[in-house]
């Protein structure tokens, strides 16, 4: 179920950067423009979405989260803004959203669950980019400027966020693009940094097809690499034999 909900997450994270502006799918990065992109998809998808829908409303708790906690809750908010719904079309039989979830667990979840440790840099991003979705502001939230706090644990020396690392480095970076704060070159030089040998990036030490995808969603928000960089190219070899 995990495996399923992060891939579906991973796919939602471009429509939360399309719903800010960021990177419009189909718009400002037509398929032509990247190598070897499939042809435009035209079937109408309402109907199945419109099922989902009822199918994630059915699954959602009480206090407005899914699975009782922050990152399917985080995925689902994604979800819902790819649909083209509000926020409030995913209230409980409670009265929250899953949006109402999050705000009481911001400051808890971005510090690894200790309010008063380290910023969890990638959890920040997903809560920024999250809020966004959700028209809310990710400068205040559940008591949090995020793009302030990510700012904080930025490394002008490396360009890592917090503890660097993939995830790290890749939700940093979406959740500033999405709400609409310039990413330094550094940055997205860093995450670039932690390509594998065969062209994706992974966990560890093995490259898999959703952590290329997620990246190569976060190089390009940050509008510091184009559509035919050699870098992306490289990814989407990786993904189209993976």
Known sequence: ?????????????????????????????????????????????????????????????????????????????????????????????????????????????????????????GRAGMVAAAAVAASADPRNFGGMDLVQALGGVYSPTTGAYGAGGTGNQWWAIVGLAAAQQPVPALATDYLISLQLPDGGWGWGTLSDADTTAAVIQALLASSNVTPTHPIIEEALTFLRNT
């Open 1 to 121: 179920m995990k495996r399923f909900v992060f891939s579906i997450g991973v796919a939602c994270s471009l429509a939360v950067l399309a719903v800010t502006g960021v990177f419009a799918i189909g718009m400002s990065v037509p398929s032509a423009q990247i190598p070897g992109a499939p042809a435009s998809v035209t079937a109408d998808y309402t109907a199945v979405i419109s099922e989902a829908m009822v199918f994630l409303s059915a699954q959602q708790l009480p206090d407005g989260s899914f699975d009782g906690d922050e990152f399917t809750t985080i995925k689902v908010v994604f979800a819902t803004a790819a649909a083209g719904r509000s926020i409030a079309s995913m209230t409980s039989i409670s009265g929250h959203t899953p949006l109402d979830f999050l705000v009481t667990r911001a400051i808890t979840y971005t510090h690894n669950g200790n309010p008063a440790g380290p910023l969890n840099a």
